[in-house]
């Protein structure tokens, strides 16, 4: 089965970046759609960003919008959330999942998510 590995968060001061990177083994990661969510202290998961298989098209979250980029490498099994301009409240634990599109969003698909990375952002 798929199994989703996210790296890379840490403590940054707002304005930074970061880069998170999800290493995904089993099944056929060429032809997933991957999809990054995260989940902040008191809420509920939430959607941030997705790419199509082949990377041609990418979807973002209003609220990460031009600040977030989406990326993948298909020969490293791997998808890629270049973060820039933090903000305090994108702090929360990021995950990767494999999404599909249902009622016009991005929706995870694989049950057992990942442990996640944290990513800090300090005022």
């Known amino acids: 089965q798929v199994q989703l590995k996210e790296s890379g968060g840490g403590v940054v001061q707002a304005g930074g970046f970061l880069g998170l990177s999800c290493a995904v083994s089993?099944?056929?990661?060429?032809?997933?759609?991957m999809g990054w969510f995260r989940r902040a202290p008191g809420n509920e998961r939430e959607f941030v960003a997705a790419?199509?298989?082949?990377?041609?098209?990418?979807y973002d979250a209003e609220s990460v919008k031009g600040r977030f980029t989406i990326s993948r490498d298909n020969a490293q099994n791997t998808v890629y959330l270049r973060m820039n301009s933090l903000d305090p409240e994108d702090t929360a634990v990021y995950y990767c999942n494999v999404v599909v599109r249902r009622d016009n969003s991005w929706s995870p698909y694989v049950e057992e998510w990942g442990q996640g990375t944290q990513v800090t952002v300090s005022s």
């Open positions: 089993g099944g056929t990661f060429e032809s997933y759609s």
């Open positions: 790419i199509t298989w082949n990377g041609e098209m990418t």
